[in-house]
């Protein structure tokens, strides 16, 4: 089994940028494509990134492209999301999962073993 923990969130001003990170514990990441769903309040659950588990493959939403980064360093059992130029509309709790394939998936319902978030605040 996987256990997902999620960190460095925080607040930060529009423009901004942070790194959230995405430990695993109990299995390695080998064989799981991994992604980055973010929710808001009132809002349903999307996904922002995803990324193959030979990294090659990496998808990303429309509202992120060119902003944020999905990476992975499979011997550290590590995923990563950069954020970059942050916008107040970015602000949401951040989550990671595993899904049981090595090819990415952009369905949230493919995924597993969501980690318990972490808060990201956006300020104008």
């Known amino acids: 089994q996987v256990q997902l923990v999620e960190s460095g969130g925080g607040l930060v001003q529009a423009g901004g940028s942070l790194r959230l990170s995405c430990a695993a514990s109990?299995?390695?990441?080998?064989?799981?494509?991994m992604g980055w769903f973010r929710q808001a309040p009132g809002k349903e659950r999307e996904i922002v990134a995803a990324i193959s588990w030979s990294g090659g493959d990496t998808y990303y939403a429309d509202s992120v492209k060119g902003r944020f980064t999905i990476s992975r360093d499979n011997a550290k059992n590590t995923a990563y999301l950069q954020l970059n130029s942050l916008k107040p509309e970015d602000t949401a709790a951040y989550y990671c999962?595993?899904?049981?394939?090595?090819?990415?998936?952009?369905?949230?319902?493919?995924?597993?073993?969501w980690g318990q978030g972490t808060q990201v605040t956006v300020s104008s």
């Open positions: 999962a595993v899904a049981m394939t090595s090819f990415l998936q952009t369905v949230p319902s493919r995924y597993y073993n």
């Open positions: 109990g299995r390695t990441f080998s064989g799981y494509a």
